[in-house]
């Protein structure tokens, strides 16, 4: 696993990049399988303080991309609080990349139920063509 950390508009300090790359691993759970079939995975996560002249109000902003075997993933977050930012962000990117395995998961079983029923004839339906 690859991962780019990049700042704007504020220093990166040792906490920084220490709760980043904790949040990050985090994630690992689900890239560690996919990097051991052999996968890609590449993370480009960007934090930033949105200007130099507010006070208040969100202030922070987080950037994530992940990209999983040419499969993008993306999420961003404004906060008050940088980490509650990257607290954030983890979350909305952990939900969508589980959103993708479930549903490439469930198709994979539908189409496997779908081609059983076929071969003991029950169904005259072609899961392939989706014909009857």
Do not use: W
């Not at 906490?15 to 590449?42: H, S």
């Not at 539908?110 to 059983?116: C, V």
């Amino acid at each position: 696993m690859q991962i780019n950390l990049q700042g704007k508009n504020l220093e990166l300090t040792e906490a920084i990049k220490d709760y980043v790359l904790k949040r990050v691993t985090n994630l690992g759970k689900l890239l560690t399988n996919i990097e051991e079939r052999g996968g890609e995975v590449l993370v480009h996560f960007e934090v930033s303080k949105i200007s130099n002249h507010h006070k208040s109000g969100e202030v922070f902003h987080a950037d994530c991309m992940i990209r999983i075997d040419g499969k993008e993933f993306y999420g961003s977050a404004d906060k008050q609080d940088l980490y509650e930012a990257i607290d954030a962000l983890k979350d909305s990117l952990y939900y969508e990349i589980n959103k993708n395995k479930d549903r490439r998961q469930t198709l994979l079983v539908r189409g496997a139920r779908s081609i059983k029923k076929m071969m003991k004839g029950f169904s005259k339906r072609n899961p392939f063509t989706a014909k009857y």
